[in-house]
Each structure stands twice: as structure tokens, then as C-alpha cells.
């Protein structure tokens, strides 16, 4: 292996761009075969962050084991948590009260629009800019803080339980979160000013990374990253989950298939998730929070799937139960390990320096890839 | 022709710069709407559920409400909590377990919330608590019934 780094037989440089890389965003290795300054090839390492979430799974009750998933796609804790939530139901075949119903949904997209934040901020620093960082973020704070009020945890929430959800929401949600959607409708404009029209911006994205609708499906990319290239992919609108039936939204696709248009995609899709949340706010109906369920949860023998749409793409969990307490298998498909599975494609042919553009609105999130 | 889209590109550019100035301006010369907050000099206010760490509120006779059913022991996905029981014998002369120590480890809990959730006795509870930082790992395992303790009248 060692002797591989360096120099090829063809003159071309190998570097590694990684593993503890500050635009990588966590502990992913690339090894980069590079001609000058062009990229030949992107070859991604994984396992540095491997923690056997599905090997631990196995030995964890069906109460016990979507804690874990908070761990994978942190941005999006709070979705992996309502997948894990869905297919144990699936399982119990268990109605969940309308008011639990509302309120993962717009805590859903509340995360959507907290992981889509920290995403620009952190895209426009991988490019050079920081300052974006800091305005993203005094947002994001916002959700947080609805967050840490009704779920009791910031990033790692595990509030949705088989059932339903923990507690009840707090008193003041309804309030905080008209207060975060007025706020940050009037602040998404300088998101659009002080990047999406910025000119440096715009060169270093438009006509960077770029895949076509075909190979986007082939590699299965989803979420944003799929949408990008026209792939109309979003969960929410194909197999409608929870509310998302009832709801009126629009699924964002772009045709650019490059950086940019990934970029506009999540732009877009932040107004999307305020429409949602716009139209559950008002109308969480009153009852119970949690179904009731026996304190020992037993699946049938059987296995189940769920998915759902989390900032990322799609997240799939299917498990295979024996009848126990334990599930006998568990198998999540991520979306960040299809999305990184395209990065070769995407970068050959680019230059080093746009492979940072590639990769930040590929919107990397790396214990998800790992798992 | 060319001239002409030379100059459009150059006017897009330094209007797009300018955008983005005007709002880094409007920020330099707007401080109140900066909102840093000076951490060690002033504390966050954190909210009521926020997870820090798992305590068991005492009474102020120094009684507890466990009973060392092992509930939440069961429940932790991780195994921070580990429960000691013992024999008692209390006031008929009866035999009966209660708890002898609750062993805490704080360095592996994920702050999950499903100990407090199982326990069917309200005997533990999650605090505010945030600052965890000590300078030696064995400080981070604690006992969390106070010693000389004992459970509540009334609690089964
Ligand atoms: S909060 Fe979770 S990890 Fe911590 S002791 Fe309770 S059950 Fe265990
Ligand atoms: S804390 Fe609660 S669940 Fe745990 S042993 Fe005591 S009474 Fe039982």
C-alpha cells in the first residue's frame, strides 16, 4: 500500500486528502490520483468512524436501538430516529395518535431546514468564505433552541419513541417556532445575497461536478444530491409517510446536475419545509402523544422496511425479527455512502480545488457513510 | 460585442461583491444584533428537559424514592447504571431488598432518557447539569443514592 502513495508509473501524483481534512468534514480519507492539477481519479477509504451501529443493534431491544441511529446522520437525528420508529410500528402494526403524527412531522422538517442551514454555512467556508458560517448559525440557534425546549436534547434527540413521541410539546413550541419561521423569511434573502448571487461563488460552482439524470440513478443517489440532476426521488411524495399525503408541497428538482444546481435545490427546499411546517403549526390537534404500548416490545417473526426522506436522502431501515425482544437483523441503507459512491464520477476530469465544491453539496455527513 | 459582455461580467461582478458587502456592513455598524454569548463569564439558560445528566433527587430527611427494581439498569442501552441491592429489615421484621449502591457512569451515558422513562417509581431524574469536564476519569463515576440514605415512606 505504501509503496502505491507518491508517484504512479504515469508521472501522476497520488495524495491523500484525509483522513482528518477540515473540508471533509469528519474522518473521510481520499485518496486522489492527480495529473498537475487534474483530478484522474477519487478513490474513498472508509471504516475510520465504523462504530457496528448494525452489530449493536442486535443485541438492543426494539426501545433501545434507534438511539443509536442519532449517531449516524447527526444533522438529521431526529428523522433516523422517526425511520427507526416507523418500522418497529410496522411491526406492532401500531395506529400512533394524530397528535404525535404532527408533531414528528414538523419536527421533521425543522430538522431539514437546521441540517440545510449548517450545510450552507459550512459550504460557503469550504470555498472560502466564513463569515456564512456565523449567519447560518445564528439561525440554526433558533431551532436548537425549540429543540432543546420540547425534545431535551440538541443534536442527538431520540425523542420519537415506538408509538409516538417522549414528552409532550413544550408549551411555548407553537410560539418559538412562528417566531424562528418569521425570523428566518425575512433572513433567507441574505443567504441569496451574500452567496447563492455572489460571482466567485457562482464560478466556483456552475458546471462543477457534474452528473447526469441516468448515472444519478445509477448510483443511487437521492435526497438533494439526486434532485439535483431531475431525479425526482423524495420519499415524502413517492411513498408518503406519516401526514405527507395530506400535505402541500412541492418536490424541488433542478436540471442543472451540477454543484450549483444541488446548491439551489436545498435553498429551495428550506422555503419547501417552512410551507410544511406553515400548514401543521396551527392544527396540532389535542390527545395523546404516545400510543400505549406493553413495556417489553416483541415483533412479530417477520421482516419490516421503512424509509423516509432526511435532509440527505433516503434512509431505509429493514428488519428482520425472529419474535424476540432483539431483532435477529437490522440494515440501514444511508444515503451518504450512495452519494459518496458517485464522487469518482463526479470529479474526474475537475480540477483539486473544485473537488471541495463537488463534495460539499454532495452534503457529506460521515458516521452516516460509516455507520 | 465582446466588449460589451466584458463589461456586463465586470458590473456583475463588482454589483454581486457589493451585495454582499453591503450586508457584512450592515452588521459591522449593527452590534446589538450580534448575538455572542460570552460563555465562562455568562452561563446559557438552558431549558427545563434538557438532558445533562441523571440524578436522584434526595428530600431533606436524605430519602430517595428507589427501590432497586433494576428497572432503568435494564433499560440503558449501555450499561452506565449498575444497581447493588441489599437486605433490609425493616420496621415488621420483614426482609426486604432496597438499594445498597446506584453506580453512575457518566462517561458512558448517551443521555438518552430511557432509564428515567422505565424507572416506575420517579426515582431518577435528568439535570441541567452541563459541565462535565473533570481532570481525572474516575471522578466521572459516581453514586448517585447519598450515603446514609434511605427510601422514601411510601414508595413501593
Ligand atoms: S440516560 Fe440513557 S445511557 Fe444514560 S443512564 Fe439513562 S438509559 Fe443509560
Ligand atoms: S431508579 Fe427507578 S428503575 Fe432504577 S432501580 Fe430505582 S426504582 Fe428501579
Redesign the pocket.
Known amino acids: 500500500m505504501l509503496e502505491e502513495l507518491g508517484t504512479n508509473d504515469q508521472g501522476d501524483m497520488i495524495i491523500n486528502v484525509g483522513p482528518q481534512h477540515p473540508s471533509t468534514h469528519g474522518v473521510l480519507h481520499l485518496v486522489i490520483t492527480l495529473h498537475g492539477e487534474t483530478v484522474k481519479k477519487v478513490e474513498p477509504h472508509l471504516g475510520y468512524i465504523h462504530r457496528s451501529i448494525e452489530k449493536m443493534s442486535e443485541s438492543l431491544s426494539y426501545r433501545q436501538f434507534s438511539y443509536v441511529t442519532s449517531r449516524m446522520d447527526y444533522l438529521s437525528s431526529h428523522i433516523n430516529n422517526h425511520a427507526c420508529a416507523l418500522a418497529v410500528e410496522k411491526g406492532l402494526q401500531l395506529e400512533i395518535p394524530g397528535r404525535a403524527q404532527y408533531i414528528r412531522v414538523i419536527l421533521d422538517e425543522l430538522t431539514r431546514i437546521a441540517s440545510h442551514q449548517l450545510w450552507w454555512g459550512a459550504l460557503a467556508m469550504d470555498l472560502g468564505a466564513f463569515t456564512p458560517f456565523f449567519y447560518s448559525f445564528r439561525e440554526r440557534e433558533m431551532i436548537n433552541e425549540v429543540m432543546e425546549e420540547t425534545c431535551g436534547a440538541r443534536l442527538t434527540m431520540n425523542y420519537i419513541v415506538p408509538g409516538g413521541v417522549m414528552f409532550d410539546l413544550h408549551p411555548d413550541f407553537q410560539k418559538k417556532v412562528k417566531i424562528f419561521l418569521a425570523e428566518f423569511k425575512s433572513k433567507i434573502h441574505e443567504y441569496n445575497e451574500l452567496v447563492t448571487g455572489n460571482i466567485i461563488f457562482q464560478n466556483r460552482t456552475k458546471g462543477v461536478g457534474y452528473i447526469s439524470k441516468e448515472n444519478a440513478i445509477s448510483y443511487g443517489m437521492t435526497g438533494p444530491s439526486g434532485r439535483g440532476s431531475g431525479f425526482k426521488c423524495d420519499v415524502r411524495k413517492l411513498h408518503p409517510y406519516e401526514l405527507y399525503d395530506q400535505l402541500k408541497f412541492e418536490e424541488i428538482t433542478e436540471e442543472g446536475g451540477d454543484a450549483f444546481a444541488r446548491y439551489m435545490v436545498r435553498i429551495r427546499e428550506m422555503e419547501q419545509s417552512m410551507n410544511i411546517i406553515e400548514q401543521l403549526i396551527d392544527n396540532i390537534p389535542e390527545g395523546d402523544f404516545q400510543a400505549k404500548t406493553k413495556a417489553v416490545l416483541k415483533l412479530p417473526k417477520g421482516d419490516f422496511y421503512s424509509r423516509v426522506e432526511t435532509a440527505r436522502g433516503e434512509l431505509g431501515v429493514y428488519i428482520v425479527s425472529e419474535g424476540g425482544t432483539t431483532p435477529y437483523r437490522i440494515k440501514y441503507r444511508s444515503p451518504g455512502f450512495s452519494n459518496l459512491s458517485a464522487l469518482n464520477d463526479l470529479a474526474v476530469g475537475g480540477k483539486l480545488g473544485d473537488l471541495m465544491a463537488t463534495m460539499g453539496t454532495l452534503d457529506l455527513v460521515i458516521p452516516d457513510i460509516d455507520r | 460585442m465582446f466588449l460589451k459582455e466584458y463589461f456586463k461580467t465586470v458590473y456583475q461582478t463588482i454589483s454581486s461583491l457589493l451585495t454582499g458587502m453591503r450586508l457584512t456592513g450592515y452588521y459591522f455598524t449593527h452590534t446589538k444584533e450580534i448575538i455572542t454569548q460570552q460563555y465562562p463569564e455568562t452561563k446559557p439558560v438552558l431549558a427545563d428537559r434538557f438532558r445533562g445528566e441523571v440524578i436522584?433527587p434526595h428530600n431533606e430527611t436524605n430519602e430517595h424514592?428507589?427501590?432497586?427494581?433494576?428497572?432503568?439498569?435494564l433499560a440503558c442501552p449501555n450499561g452506565t447504571i449498575k444497581?447493588v441491592t441489599k437486605n433490609e429489615i425493616n420496621a415488621e421484621g420483614k426482609k426486604k431488598k432496597a438499594?445498597d449502591t446506584?453506580v453512575y457512569r457518566l462517561e458512558l451515558c448517551t443521555m438518552c432518557n430511557l432509564?428515567v422513562q422505565?424507572?416506575?417509581?420517579d426515582?431518577?431524574i435528568m439535570s441541567n447539569a452541563f459541565e462535565h469536564s473533570v481532570y481525572d476519569r474516575r471522578l466521572l463515576t459516581k453514586v448517585l443514592n447519598k450515603p446514609g440514605s434511605k427510601i422514601m415512606e411510601g414508595v413501593e
Not at chain 2, 424514592?65 to 439498569?73: F, H
Open positions: 436522584m424514592r428507589c427501590t432497586g427494581c433494576t428497572a432503568c439498569e444497581i438499594i446506584f432509564c422505565a424507572c416506575p417509581s426515582a431518577i
